[in-house]
């Protein structure tokens, strides 16, 4: 059984869309989870008229961290927001996982000051998972880290196998490196330095550079990249997917059925949320627009990485790479 | 009456493309242009079989420089490649503008040797247009430069405004800065200075930072970014309508009516080529994959550029900047 805090007040359409995923997430998988919604008791309690019970409990909070504000100190001011509420309930053992659709940065943030870092790391990447051809790719950093150095390039690759490996059943995930070309020597320094550190770690099935059209090809289920491109490449493939339906409405086609099935293949709501990967706890952002399905979905998403020991997985190859990192500087 | 060189052996489709978009062009600007077709004449003249001659003229090369070699090493090698002879030709003023989609880092070398660059400029930078919501915005730089430093971020600002003014008729074209985040403080070392440096600059009409979702819905018309984010963005842009139209067949949208109709809004070849801005001459590169209407396209371009004087307003502009900047450090 796993116990999942969810962050109520966070996202465009809180609290509705938490509570509406919450509902559906008890349906789906019953038995698997129990779900604290954090929030204050009064708007949530109305919402759960009528509902069975059985899963549920709510953890009070009163403060809410808005998009805005700049995110360290809104951590700090607000002690009683549903974010910093719900991560001192992981960090207390009270709940093994913590979902928000609220604020990234405060998420980022107060994961970082609660539930502390693992080893090695010093800001944990974002990994977001974008639909392709043949399935989905994680793509890491989208944004947590303008500037990564080579080795937390490495990291990534490190972390986020493990991650697709716990938490989606990747036995053998492939790892790529965003690059301007496929040969060894392309980019600037930092990816080329990257390269021969993905290229000596036998612990990674790397498959080499990807280039920009190579991603929703699928040529890799990993996509290791800086966050400011990352997080580049996020929101555009995001705002894909209103500009095809757009099209799509002006080429006549306006069956919702056909829409349905055609939002589904760009929909990054098909996979819940981004794992915040590094810190000490299971921790799942959501987008702020992700409507019940989306938080639905991450609840799955946590489910698994809890269940199978993704944040000691983490910390063992963490402790590993910096192990070998060490052996090779010695 | 424009002279256009137009590179028969670039390209995945040579030498039948970029003839068929050169006949396309001839009859759909009568009067406007003359071609130069640059290659072997032994190759090019049975496809002219039965063709009005008027407007066409034939320029030997009998080297064709590959995708794969290395640009500068092969330009040096073959002096009588397609590339090298058509940019000798704009040199010696025998023809205006030269059109490849041979390989993109062959074309800017041997531009930069043979034509020479404007005042201020290291590596050209290279605009790609991305068809948007609201109609196109040019991209730049996409790739000629890995590491772009604030004085090119602000540069390509400059550049890219007055070639979609020249070229695309864009009164007063509204240049972004690609960031994580709107605020002037966002990004690396590098945007942030380079946001600066475009704010400051009064014929600029600068919109601030936009982020990746805002691309597609026509948030400015010149978007300034790094050589490795815009080069990742515009493959990526580029496999989307692929992609897209395999999401469509499964869906059981397979009327080719349709489809072309989608596929019109998601493609690159809509506006034919990519300007390579910052050299002594008029150069626009296209997409090795380019169809006929791709080059027909860029014939256009190459037309507009020529006639409004792009590279002696590029040259003013840069010498503006230049001067500005030195006053500024002063």
């Given at each position: ?233 996020l929101k555009f493939y ?90 090779r500087e010695a």
């Amino acid at each position: 059984m796993i116990r999942v805090a969810l962050d109520v007040l966070g996202g465009d359409s809180a609290p509705d869309a938490p509570i509406e995923g919450a509902l559906a997430a008890l349906e789906a998988w019953p038995g698997e989870l129990e779900i604290r919604l954090v929030g204050p008791p009064d708007r949530i309690e109305p919402l759960l008229q009528g509902v069975p019970r059985e899963g549920i409990s709510i953890l009070p909070a009163s403060e809410v961290i808005g998009q805005d504000e700049p995110p360290a100190l809104a951590v700090r001011k607000k002690p009683d927001s549903s974010i910093v509420r719900g991560l001192e309930a992981v960090r207390d053992g009270e709940a093994d996982a913590l979902i928000s659709a609220g604020s990234t940065g405060a998420v980022m943030a107060a994961s970082v000051l609660i539930l502390g870092v693992l080893p090695g790391v010093n800001r944990p990447p974002v990994g977001a998972l974008f639909p392709t051809a043949g399935g989905r790719v994680l793509v890491l950093d989208v944004g947590a880290h303008v500037n990564a150095r080579p080795e937390q390039l490495h990291q990534y690759g490190r972390l986020g196998s493990i991650y697709l490996r716990d938490s989606h059943a990747v036995a053998h995930p492939r790892v790529g490196l965003l690059n301007v070309g496929e040969e060894a020597e392309k980019g600037d320094d930092v990816v080329v330095a990257a390269y021969q550190l993905l290229q000596a770690d036998r612990r990674i099935e790397f498959v080499g550079n990807v280039e920009g059209d190579q991603i929703i090809a699928g040529a890799c289920d990993v996509l290791v990249c800086g966050g400011f491109v990352g997080n580049a490449l996020l929101k555009f493939y995001e705002s894909m997917a209103g500009f095809v339906v757009g099209v799509l409405r002006e080429s006549g086609i306006s069956r919702q059925a056909e829409l349905d099935r055609i939002l589904r293949f760009l929909d990054y709501t098909e996979y819940g949320g981004a794992p915040l990967l590094g810190v000490d706890g299971v921790v799942i952002i959501c987008h702020g627009a992700s409507p019940a399905r989306a938080l639905k979905n991450a609840m799955r998403a946590a489910i698994d990485s809890v269940g199978s020991g993704l944040v000691p997985n983490l910390r063992r190859a963490l402790e590993e790479t910096s192990a070998g990192l060490e052996a090779r500087e010695a």
